[in-house]
């Protein structure tokens, strides 16, 4: 189970899917579900990361309804301002109520060329606006075999906490590459085992207080079927959710695993 303390957060990342149209009925129709269900808010921190064009829609309806999610974005310019053609910065993110984006996601670093040295630009932009990085990390499956499980998340996580301050909040998100959108999740043990391993990088930059505090997720191929499993294991303390965080009864599922399936 999640470390007392430490708050298990179920995030939602949209990709590209939802217009703003769909995004509002979608929001409502998940906030039903979870109410109809009695689910207790308290117990686990949802968060839902829209593409742009629905962010606005989404926050206004959360502000109406009172709706007790977290809203975040899926990309952040390293840039504040200027001519920077459809870049988004963070200042405008931070108008919005966004709480949290994600940084560094694999998708972004294979189609768009995203480096380490970026990523970590992001996690900067990000923090300087008042906003929670969610750092994505991973291995392929070319990693996997060549390096094995940590080497590669680790790199990649030790590069991206370059220059961030002991007292900063952030959330990292382990995503085997391999396994997002495969079906094929990495098992509890192997992830659990990752996890350790990152909360330790955590310790060595930022010290044993944040890395406590620290929440870190697991990614890929996560479903109602197999989200209990991965919060029984003490290092993962929720899930970065892809195809069935828009499937509203499956995400209602994966955020009442603890009545659903039981832990």
Request: with cysteine; glycine share 10%.
């Amino acid at each position: 189970m999640a470390v007392k303390g430490r708050t298990p957060f179920l995030a939602g990342n949209w990709k590209m899917n939802l217009d703003h149209l769909q995004a509002v009925a979608f929001v409502q129709k998940l906030n039903w579900s979870l109410r109809d269900a009695g689910h207790d808010r308290g117990a686990v921190e949802v968060g839902v990361f829209p593409p742009f064009t629905d962010l606005r829609s989404v926050q206004t309806l959360i502000d109406a309804d009172r709706i007790a999610f977290s809203l975040g974005a899926q990309d952040v310019s390293v840039h504040d301002s200027g001519a920077y053609t459809g870049e988004i910065s963070g200042q405008f993110l931070a108008k919005l109520q966004v709480a949290y984006v994600i940084v560094g996601h694999s998708e972004r670093r294979q189609y768009h060329g995203e480096t380490d040295e970026i990523v970590g630009q992001k996690v900067q932009a990000s923090l300087r606006h008042g906003l929670t990085p969610v750092i994505c990390v991973g291995e392929t499956a070319e990693d996997l075999e060549e390096h094995g499980a940590s080497a590669v998340p680790v790199a990649q996580l030790q590069a991206a906490l370059q220059g961030v301050t002991a007292d900063a909040d952030i959330v990292v998100a382990y995503e085997p590459v391999w396994a997002i959108g495969s079906g094929q999740a990495a098992t509890p043990q192997q992830a659990q085992e990752v996890c350790a391993t990152l909360r330790q990088v955590v310790a060595e930059k930022l010290g044993a207080d944040a890395a406590e505090r620290t929440r870190i997720l697991y990614g890929g191929s996560v479903k109602a079927a197999n989200i209990a499993s991965f919060m029984r294991e003490p290092d993962i303390d929720g899930a970065l959710v892809g195809g069935a965080s828009i499937v509203v009864d499956e995400f209602s599922a994966i955020i009442r695993y603890q009545k659903h399936v039981g832990v």
